[in-house]
């Protein structure tokens, strides 16, 4: 008897297997469909609106250019998860890309849910940034999906840095002097970097009041890109464009534009975990 049951689940086991295959035509007719469209698509970074979308819902994670896609011949292979389409390069006769499949459990049809390969091989300024912070190893061998997020939180990293670093360099500038001229809505000052750096580019934030103390309006801009030896002296004048009537008005210093965003991203950081 037990024999027997075992037997019937085998075959049961075989005949849901095979029942859950997709059909190759169909994979293959899908993939030359979602080529295609890669190739009609503009390069662009921004996926966010791409006709990809209904082909595969997380392409707008990667950055796929439509001169990535050549001549192929596809091979099929079923598994359990629905199917794996292998993309070989005929002038290698090499797998160039994966294409992970599978049938939408709403919708019930094919939809690509990961791949590998399709990003290509051009390593861009987050991979680099991943690497050097640790979060990335050369040895990793990631799916495109699994590398996207993966530089989504070294981005993170960076951008909360960027803000640490912005209001460290702030904190030692230091405005000597500031005098305001509501007649003619322009402002003099004196600025010390104290910062244990040289520095280049300052930008302000200057925010206008009236004589009620209300905030009428925050304008920001640069004040000048000049390079700041520490101890450096800066002296200057803010004239708005337009005359705005106030009272008083506060000015906020910070370093910003390319230094700023340079010395984020190349500092020295502890080994950091982005898995």
């Known amino acids: 008897?037990?024999?027997?049951?075992?037997?019937?689940?085998?075959?049961?086991?075989?005949?849901?297997?095979?029942?859950?295959?997709?059909?190759?035509?169909?994979?293959?007719?899908?993939?030359?469909d979602f080529l295609k469209t890669i190739q009609q698509e503009?390069?662009?970074?921004?996926?966010?609106?791409?006709?990809?979308?209904?082909?595969?819902?997380?392409?707008?994670?990667?950055?796929?250019?439509?001169?990535?896609?050549?001549?192929?011949?596809?091979?099929v292979v079923q598994n359990r998860d629905g199917a794996r389409v292998e993309l070989i390069d005929p002038s290698t006769n090499e797998v160039g890309t994966i294409l992970f499949l599978r049938k939408n459990s709403s919708s019930g049809k094919l939809e690509i849910y990961d791949s590998k390969g399709l990003k290509g091989n051009t390593v861009n300024k987050w991979e680099t940034f991943a690497l050097r912070i640790g979060c990335l190893q050369a040895s990793n061998d990631l799916t495109d999906i699994e590398l996207a997020k993966l530089l989504a939180k070294a981005k993170k990293i960076f951008d909360a840095q960027l803000v640490v670093s912005k209001k460290a360099l702030a904190k030692n500038l230091k405005v000597e002097s500031w005098n305001w001229s509501p007649e003619n809505s322009s402002g003099s000052l004196k600025v010390v970097n104290d910062n244990e750096m040289e520095i280049q580019g300052l930008d302000y934030s200057l925010t206008l009041?009236?004589?009620?103390?209300?905030?009428?309006?925050?304008?920001?801009n640069n004040l000048t890109n000049f390079l700041l030896e520490k101890g450096d002296i800066f002296e200057g004048e803010i004239t708005l464009d337009q005359t705005i009537p106030s009272t008083t008005a506060e000015i906020q210093l910070y370093v910003g534009g390319d230094f700023l965003y340079r010395l984020t991203y190349y500092q020295e950081y502890a080994e950091l975990d982005c898995q």
């Open 1 to 32: 008897m037990t024999f027997r049951y075992c037997i019937v689940l085998c075959l049961l086991f075989i005949i849901c297997s095979c029942s859950n295959k997709i059909p190759e035509e169909e994979i293959l007719a899908f993939t030359q």
């Open 209 to 220: 009041f009236d004589e009620h103390k209300g905030k009428i309006k925050t304008i920001t």
């Open 42 to 75: 503009d390069e662009a970074e921004d996926l966010t609106d791409s006709p990809l979308l209904a082909f595969y819902p997380e392409i707008d994670r990667l950055d796929v250019p439509s001169s990535k896609v050549v001549d192929f011949l596809p091979v």
